[in-house]
Every structure is written in structure tokens, then in C-alpha cells.
């Protein structure tokens, strides 16, 4: 599962062409929908016929052997084709050979790469959509010592209208301890149909305990972008997807903002969700120099941000003399476990920050399996789908793979952060709006 040129080759050459500016033409090799591709990507057209487990067999070792980019140390792919053949195109029926495909594939150890099988399938699409659910309109999270913390408590939601607070520890729910329950069976205890009412007991950070009767309603979550002006002429903007439009928000609080002095951008609590076209176009509302690119078995694919959409004037859009040029002003940004998770979130941090646009707060992600990396999305015959990572992103300026996401000051999340929550502060905020505020008095 080796490719012609070595990783660092191919990021030689292209940092070489990207030095003479000529990278538009060297990297044209692959549309972003085969990187990208959602869920019913790759579909094959419905037939009646039986499944043929040869064919599906060789469609599933093939897309993995084209398209895996991660190490899977000790792996042989052969060999593991030699194995599993057998196994699959003798199979009795369809659950037999998709559960040998699924164990194969399970072989390689990488948690982007997994064959869920149709009965998965199935059972995810009949679940409850995730942005609209009956509840109280909270998040939870497990702390470090095992105790379940409210993490966010939704404006205007029964929670908020009862008076839980965020950094509150939840302590029962309807009478029963969460003790040692994980945050999903606790969820679920807390979830009921609108109208009817769950007893939750909280306690403060000092320990003091309270239970509060909650009505639960219909919660709507919808990603939205979010933008404010802080202490000291800084500007605070929370971008919480890259979908598709979100570019439209992010340009108008950012015109908001124009006379800030400096900016935080938020980039935690990320819902996933991403779009390419998107993406680019806010980080080209930031800087005109490549975050990176994007290592597949087929090459490199250049992340230009893109300055054109917006007239190609590479402004925001404000007229003289003003201007709206944020790379030219100091920028903190926020991170946290779920940035990591984002390969686009993570190049256009990473992409800042070693450009010197930019300092990075809160609480990063070392060297793992995931950080940096994307997902291609293969709909096989009989209803499964096939994951696999099929691409790593890459450091055009540092000739490096990225697999961490590193801060310059870190926040911990301990009793003290905790605290602040509770009072209606945020320590990872106030720790980047000083770090703005030192930036622009250097």
C-alpha cells in the first residue's frame, strides 16, 4: 500500500512550486467530492439480483488499498486478502460476509476506517435527528474524576428557564444517582417526551446541592455563528461549523467587528459538519497563504484559501480608509477536544499559527490517530458503508505531517475553570483576549 513518492517528496516538490507561486498548476489531480464525499457518495444503482460477495469483497479491498492513507503497523494488506477472500465469498448470507468484511477492514486499527454494516446503517438513519430532540435543552461531559458536569445550558431552553448553571455537577436524575452512569446512559435518563418533567439535583461547585423540577420541550439546535465586542477593543466571533453558507455568516459579524482592535476566534464545540468551498472562502477572510494540504495516495491537494468570492478584492467589503483586513491584525484562536476532530479546523489553526497570524489558547491534542485527517465515504452494495481515512493533512512550511493540534497557552480544564462557569465567566476567552491585548502592544 505504498505510493511511488514518499510523502516527504511530494512535500518537497509542492513547497518548491508553492515558493514560485506556481501551485494552481501542479496540483490539479483530484476533485474535492472524492475527499469529501457524503454519506450516499459512491452508491451503486439498486438491483434485485443477490448480493455477489466476490464483488463486494473486491470493492471493499480495492477502496481500501487505493485509498488508505493511515500506517497500520504490521499490517499486509495481501496477505489479509488472502485470508479473508475465503471467508467472505463462501459466506451463508449477507450478515456472514459483512461481518467478515467488517473484522478485515477492523484489522487495520484505525478509528476513521470502519465498515458499518446495513443493520448499522439502518439503525442510525431510523435514530432521533440530533438537532431536534425532546429534553431540557443542556450539555453534559464527564470531568476528570468521573463526575458528570454541565458543560452548556441552551438560551431559553427549560434548564435555563429553571436556573441550572453551567458548571454545575449533576448529581440524580429523578431521584437516581448518576454515580459512575456515562454521560450517554445519563442522557438518555434525562431525555422524555415534551410536556412531562424530570427532577434533576445539581450541585455548585462548594458542593451544595439543589434539585430543580424540569419541563421538558421540543429543542431545536441549529449552528450558528456567533460575534461580540470584549474588554479592551477586541472582537470575539465563535464559528461553530464550516458548512455549507456559514462563509456568509462569518463576513457579516465580521463587518461588525471592523473596528476591533484584534480578534478571538472560537473554534470549539465544531458540530462536524464541513464543506470545502466553505471552508476556504472564510479562511481567505483571513490570510492568502496555503494552510497546508491534503496527502492522498493519488498526491498532494493544495488548501488555498480563497480571496475571490468577495469580489476578489481581498477585503471584506469595507470601503476606505477603513479597510477590513483581520490577517493584518492580532488573532487568538480557542480550541478544544472537538477542533481536533476537524481536519479543516485543524489547518486553518495550524495554518495561522505557523504563519505568525496568529496564537493558539486552550487545551490542544498530541500526536493520535484521527488528528488531521479525513474520511471518504463508500455506499457498497446490500446498504453498508464503507469509512476509510484517505487523507492526511500536511505542513507545506514546516514539511511535516500533522497529526497534533499544539496550543501557546494552555487553559486547564480543573475546578478553577469550573468555577468561572458557574459565575457566567470563561477562562479559555479572558485567556485569549489577554493574549490579543499583548499582541497588539508589542
Not at 511530494?10 to 494552481?24: C, D, E, H, P, Y
Not at 495561522?352 to 457498497?380: I, W
Not at 464503507?386 to 514539511?399: C, I, K
Request: hydrophobic residues 40%; aromatic residues 8%; proline residues 5%.
Amino acid at each position: 500500500m505504498q505510493t511511488k513518492n514518499t510523502m516527504g517528496e511530494v512535500i518537497g516538490v509542492v513547497r518548491r512550486a508553492w515558493t514560485a507561486k506556481s501551485l494552481s498548476a501542479l496540483i490539479v489531480f483530484l476533485g474535492w467530492g472524492c475527499l469529501w464525499a457524503g454519506p450516499w457518495a459512491g452508491a451503486q444503482p439498486a438491483v434485485d439480483e443477490p448480493l455477489s460477495y466476490r464483488e463486494l469483497f473486491e470493492e471493499v479491498w480495492t477502496v481500501v488499498a487505493e485509498n488508505f492513507v493511515g500506517p497500520a503497523p504490521g499490517v499486509d494488506w495481501f496477505a489479509v486478502r488472502d485470508e479473508y477472500e475465503p471467508k467472505v465469498t463462501s459466506a451463508r448470507s449477507d450478515e456472514e460476509a459483512y461481518r467478515y468484511l467488517a473484522e478485515m477492514v477492523a484489522l487495520l486499527g484505525d478509528p476513521l476506517t470502519v465498515l458499518r454494516t446495513p443493520q448499522e446503517v439502518e439503525a442510525a438513519l431510523a435514530a432521533d435527528d440530533p438537532s431536534r430532540y425532546e429534553g431540557v435543552g443542556m450539555m453534559l461531559l464527564e470531568y476528570s474524576d468521573g463526575t458528570i458536569v454541565v458543560s452548556e445550558v441552551f438560551d431559553g431552553g427549560p434548564a435555563r428557564r429553571a436556573g441550572i448553571r453551567k458548571g454545575s455537577r449533576l448529581v440524580a436524575v429523578d431521584g437516581a444517582p448518576v454515580a459512575g452512569k456515562s454521560v450517554t446512559e445519563v442522557v438518555q435518563a434525562i431525555k422524555g417526551p415534551a410536556g412531562s418533567t424530570v427532577a434533576l439535583t445539581v450541585a455548585d461547585p462548594q458542593g451544595s446541592e439543589r434539585t430543580y423540577s424540569v419541563r421538558r420541550a421540543q429543542i431545536s439546535l441549529a449552528a450558528e455563528v456567533k460575534s461580540n465586542r470584549l474588554a479592551g477593543g477586541i472582537g470575539y466571533l465563535a464559528i461553530p461549523s464550516f458548512s455549507q453558507g456559514t462563509e456568509v455568516q462569518v463576513l457579516s459579524h465580521l463587518r461588525r467587528l471592523y473596528r476591533t482592535n484584534g480578534l478571538i476566534i472560537d473554534l470549539r464545540n465544531l458540530d462536524g459538519a464541513a464543506h470545502p468551498g466553505s471552508f476556504l472562502r472564510i479562511a481567505g477572510l483571513f490570510t492568502d497563504e496555503p494552510l497546508g494540504a491534503l496527502y492522498t495516495r493519488r498526491g498532494l491537494l493544495l488548501l488555498q484559501p480563497d480571496r475571490a468570492w468577495q469580489g476578489g478584492t481581498g477585503t471584506l467589503g469595507v470601503p476606505p480608509p477603513t479597510r477590513l483586513d483581520f490577517w493584518e491584525k492580532p488573532i487568538a484562536i480557542i480550541v478544544d477536544g472537538t477542533t481536533a476532530l476537524s481536519q479543516f479546523a485543524v489547518a486553518l489553526v495550524t495554518g495561522l499559527r505557523e504563519s505568525g497570524k496568529a496564537v493558539v489558547v486552550g487545551r490542544g491534542t498530541g500526536p493520535a490517530l484521527g488528528v488531521g485527517t479525513g474520511q471518504g465515504v463508500r455506499e457498497l452494495e446490500g446498504g453498508g458503508l464503507l469509512f476509510v481515512a484517505n487523507s492526511q493533512l500536511v505542513s507545506l512550511r514546516e514539511q511535516r505531517v500533522i497529526d497534533a493540534l499544539d496550543v501557546d497557552r494552555v487553559v486547564t480544564f480543573d475546578q478553577a475553570y469550573l468555577e468561572a462557569w458557574y459565575r457566567g465567566e470563561d477562562l479559555d476567552i479572558e485567556t485569549a483576549r489577554q493574549a490579543v491585548i499583548e499582541l497588539t502592544s508589542r
